[in-house]
């Protein structure tokens, strides 16, 4: 007898399920059958894979190196499924795009630049603040793509085989607050003029929470936290009961004041992932289109890179300057490229992507509008 596909994917079972009734109630086979099955399979390798006992079934020193090879096979098998499924839509009159996002005002030039470019593709949207939750998704096959922020000093959860796009290697994040507040007349908000406010952010969002607990200690600040989504968030800064972190792309509003923060102490990484290049180069282009776009919409935004370009002016790239970033399976470095197309001065950054020791200035970003308005305070002491 050949070894073959589902052979090992019985091994796989019965180890996983540490029992022969529970491994043939997975696989939708009969015990007796299974049992005969595993017989076979001991028989053409030759070796006792598993000890059968009251208790249920363990492998065998052996049967652990047989089921070392066997599950990364199984990985990889099941890779080719998922991959050549998603070829196949592609090549169908009109497919869907399946794309997940934490939230970016990019998103809807995206979407509409991606229709554009390929009539017949109809991209499909699923927000979550959980950028670990759509890295999970693309992983699984559920999700062709997802275009997700890593908040600094709170590294995301990259699964094996993912091919990742840095965006922006370092997005400053900005304060939102009350038109009138006092710190609104400082082209930089410095978080000593802050003191003794009370800051919401949605505790739900990837290292947020913790991030601006450790901005706020490291400048020696005692504040209180509360928990609420950014609709809210952005309400109750208007009226003056709390500041919050946001985007620098942030749409402004007469009522708000959207601010840099001296010294840019927070900051998050955009990045761009999928299971394959290819599948990053289809759609990278017009994503980085759209960031530029809503970067020069956002005035803050426009002054504070312009500020940048004259502070970094010896080493900055010349107007307009392209160079796509190569994507690598994670965790190799992955050189970025920060879009901005001319006639923006110069791109915002260019950096690679930087190991896991990177430094650990946190940062938190207005990760967008969720239902949950429910608020809890907390404090965050230094």
Known sequence: MELEVRHLRVLCAIADTGSLHKAARELGLAQPSLSTQLRRIEHALGAQLFVRGRTGCRPTPLGLAVLSRARPMMAEFAAIVTETRAAAARAADGFQLRIGATASRAI???LRLLRTRIPRVEPTLQMNVSANALLDMVAAGRLDMAFVHEVEGSPLRIPAGLCLRVLVEREPQFVTLAADHPAASRRQVRLADLAGERWMVDSTVDGEWDALCRVLRAA????EMLHGDYLTAYSLAATGEVVTVSQPTAHPRPDLAI??????????????AARTEAELDDVYPELEQAYGAVAREAPAYREWLERTRVRDAPGAAPPGTYRPAPTHPHPE???GHIPVPAPWPRPLSVGRQTPRSRRTTPGAADRGLTDRTDTAAGPCRP
């Open 259 to 272: 601010r840099p923060l001296e010294g840019d102490p927070i900051g998050v990484r955009l990045l761009l």
């Open 108 to 110: 809807p030039g995206w």
């Open 333 to 335: 470095p992955v050189p």
């Open 220 to 223: 020696g600040l005692e504040a």
